[in-house]
């Protein structure tokens, strides 16, 4: 055999190890912890870094995430995230967001973002498929994979996402007080602090009163960008007479409760339904999520 046809032989044998350095995922970050973890399924200890789509599973110790951008994420124990530029998927488990103005984390079927510098909130994502967002600093956004606003949050406002099964137009069911706004209607979900501009019968009978209305969100509106849907109503309860009323909430903004034309003020009873875009919302326990405190971290994660 001549040299060049061993030559070719030799380069059809390395066939694709010949593949140029510049194929590799560029780094977005890195890992920390006070013991093992896995990266990619391969057992690390201390410290690694993190690649665009890198699959990391706590054990016994959290990690602490320096992601591009400057966004933190303590990654609790026995959690799985992975790690792509401006995005962390939680797969399972508990993680908490700080300095994470350009991070957004997805988990459930949602996306959970900051809508106000310098945000920490703690979210978790256990098997049952429910996931919790705890705002600690700032004001949050969660939003189904479509786009569409289910709830803007601000701190103490801990909640409760179950995404239910799919269906053509899923009702929205949402609590509040009924005000004429601007010669129509509207309500802010006491639950998830989102606004809905009212269509529909008689609904000046009800203004004033603390309703809760059920219906299904306008064709075509797109409010990924606004605390406000358009919410066509087919049914409409009355929970009492005269309601304190929230001044019109943003996110971000807040303001003292107040009954409208000096009306009594509705006890809110227990904590009413609410779901919007086939996605089931409730107060959820604002304790500490996930374990962890300040204190703790310092003990267990590598700086």
């Avoid at 030799?10 to 694709?16: D, E, M, N, R, S």
């Amino acid at each position: 055999m001549n040299s060049y046809m061993t030559l070719t032989v030799a380069l059809v044998l390395l066939g694709g190890s010949l593949a140029p350095a510049s194929a590799s995922s560029p780094a977005i970050g890195t890992a920390t912890a006070g013991g093992q973890f896995l990266l990619d399924s391969a057992i690390v200890r201390d410290q690694a870094t993190l690649l665009e789509g890198s699959l990391i599973q706590t054990g016994s110790v959290p990690s602490l995430l320096h992601l591009q951008g400057g966004a933190q994420v303590v990654l609790a124990t026995g959690s799985t995230a992975r790690t792509f530029a401006g995005r962390l998927v939680l797969e399972q488990g508990e993680a908490r967001l700080e300095r994470a103005s350009a991070l957004r984390i997805e988990a459930g079927g949602l996306y959970v973002r900051p809508s106000s510098p310098a945000a920490s909130a703690q979210v978790s994502h256990q098997d049952a498929g429910t996931t919790t967002v705890n705002p600690l600093a700032g004001s949050w956004q969660v939003l189904t994979s479509e786009g569409l606003l289910v709830a803007s949050l601000e701190p103490g406002m801990a909640r409760a996402f179950t995404t239910q099964a799919a269906s053509a137009a899923p009702p929205v069911v949402a609590t509040g007080c009924l005000i004429a706004s601007g010669g129509g209607f509207r309500i802010t979900d006491e639950t998830a602090n989102v606004s809905f501009e009212l269509t529909g019968k008689d609904l000046s009978r009800h203004s004033g009163n603390r309703v809760t209305v059920t219906g299904t969100l306008a064709p075509g509106v797109k409010s990924g960008e606004t605390s406000t849907h358009i919410l066509q109503v087919t049914r409409i309860q009355t929970l009492g007479r005269g309601c304190a009323v929230k001044p019109e909430v943003t996110a971000g903004a807040k303001g003292k409760s107040s009954a409208p034309g000096g009306a009594k003020t509705a006890s809110t009873g227990s904590a009413a339904k609410t779901v919007i875009a086939g996605v089931a919302i409730a107060a959820a326990g604002g304790g500490a999520a996930l374990g962890l405190t300040r204190g703790e971290d310092s003990k267990t994660i590598s700086r």
